[in-house]
Antibody, heavy 117, light 110 residues
Framework: EVQLEESGGGLVQPGGSLRLSCAASGFTFSGYWMAWVRQAPGKGLEWVANIKQDGSEKFYVDSVKGRFTISRDNAKNSLYLQMNSLRAEDTAVYYC??????????WGQGTLVTVSS | QSDLTQPASVSGSPGQSITISCTGTSSDVGSYNLVSWYQQHPGKAPKLMIY???KRPSGVSNRFSGSKSGNTASLTISGLQAEDEADYYCCSYAGSSTYVFGTGTKVTVL
């Protein structure tokens, strides 16, 4: 059974940093692109970033470029999102998700990031 | 990277059919047959319902179908059931390994 479990969310002050983790199991993690998608409270879904199977290619939505870094450790079956210079508008539930055929077929339950003073 | 446009809400009675539109541009929906649709119940993670415009993942009811014409994709739910009440989001590949989601549609079963 495919499972994705996010962790690392919490309350952080504006300008602060946070590192999210996603533990994957039930599939060959190293064989798939992975993504982070976020959802602000009461709002819609927003694609944030994705990463190729071997970590050699990474892509970001414009609003997080230069502030967020996606990475992965295939030996640990883990996906990460390093978030720096956090802003109030980054407040959201962050989901990690697995790609297949340019769509996201499995999602974690999400971790809440709140940016507030 | 502008959001795809969806109607804010769509409603229908049990047994009826409804269609949700998803309008993008020639840079995303119009250029690629890589539109997917997601169902999200309150407080839950999204669930993939349709991929590559019209394909259904294993386990998804055949009451859900997808199509595309030009810059607009559509999701049709036939034989509407109470359990279909949820938010629905489209998503399109937008080139250069980036993606864009739709604004979301709340489906209400009357």
């Amino acid at each position: 059974e495919v499972q994705l479990e996010e962790s690392g969310g919490g309350l952080v002050q504006p300008g602060g940093s946070l590192r999210l983790s996603c533990a994957a199991s039930g599939f060959t993690f190293s064989g798939y692109w992975m993504a982070w998608v976020r959802q602000a409270p009461g709002k819609g879904l927003e694609w944030v970033a994705n990463i190729k199977q071997d970590g050699s290619e990474k892509f970001y939505v414009d609003s997080v470029k230069g502030r967020f870094t996606i990475s992965r450790d295939n030996a640990k079956n883990s996906l990460y999102l390093q978030m720096n210079s956090l802003r109030a508008e980054d407040t959201a539930v962050y989901y990690c998700a697995k790609y297949v055929s340019s769509s996201l077929d499995y999602w974690g339950q999400g971790t809440l990031v709140t940016v507030s003073s | 990277q502008s959001d795809l446009t969806q109607p804010a809400s769509v409603s229908g009675s049990p047994g009826q059919s409804i269609t949700i539109s998803c309008t993008g541009t020639s840079s995303d929906v119009g250029s690629y047959n890589l539109v997917s649709w997601y169902q999200q119940h309150p407080g839950k993670a999204p669930k993939l319902m349709i991929y590559e415009v019209s394909k259904r993942p294993s386990g998804v009811s055949n009451r859900f179908s997808g199509s595309k014409s030009g810059n607009t994709a559509s999701l049709t739910i036939s034989g509407l059931q109470a359990e279909d009440e949820a938010d629905y989001y489209c998503c399109s590949y937008a080139g250069s390994s980036t993606y864009v989601f739709g604004t979301g549609t709340k489906v209400t079963v009357l």
